[in-house]
């Protein structure tokens, strides 16, 4: 059974930095693209970031030169570097497989408030 668990949010003021983290379980975790992926109040949820198995990474233009992704396929982690953020990073952010499977974790809030 997949099971993904995400960590690492809080409150931050503008140009703070967060590191999140989302371990998974139940996947041959390497084998698979991860992505962070973010649903701000009132709006759909959206790829923010992804990495694939080989490492090559990608990025929502809103985060590029901000966000970045990486991965330790030794401990079945995927993580988020932001930086620079902004007020409308605020989101629940949620790591799956990209494409998604239809299994989410609970998320973990990031708030930009001055």
């Known amino acids: 059974q997949v099971q993904l668990v995400e960590s690492g949010g809080g409150m931050v003021q503008p140009g703070g930095s967060l590191r999140l983290s989302c371990a998974a379980s139940g996947i041959i975790f390497g084998s698979y693209a991860m992505g962070w992926y973010r649903q701000a109040p009132g709006k759909q949820r959206e790829l923010v970031a992804h990495i694939t198995s080989g490492g090559s990474t990608n990025y929502a233009d809103s985060v590029k030169g901000r966000f970045t992704i990486s991965r330790d396929n030794a401990k079945n982690t995927v993580y988020l570097q932001m930086n620079s953020l902004k007020p409308e990073d605020t989101a629940v952010y949620y790591c799956?497989?990209?494409?998604?499977?239809?299994?989410w974790g609970q998320g973990t809030q990031v708030a930009v408030s001055s």
């Open positions: 799956n497989t990209k494409p998604a499977v239809p299994i």
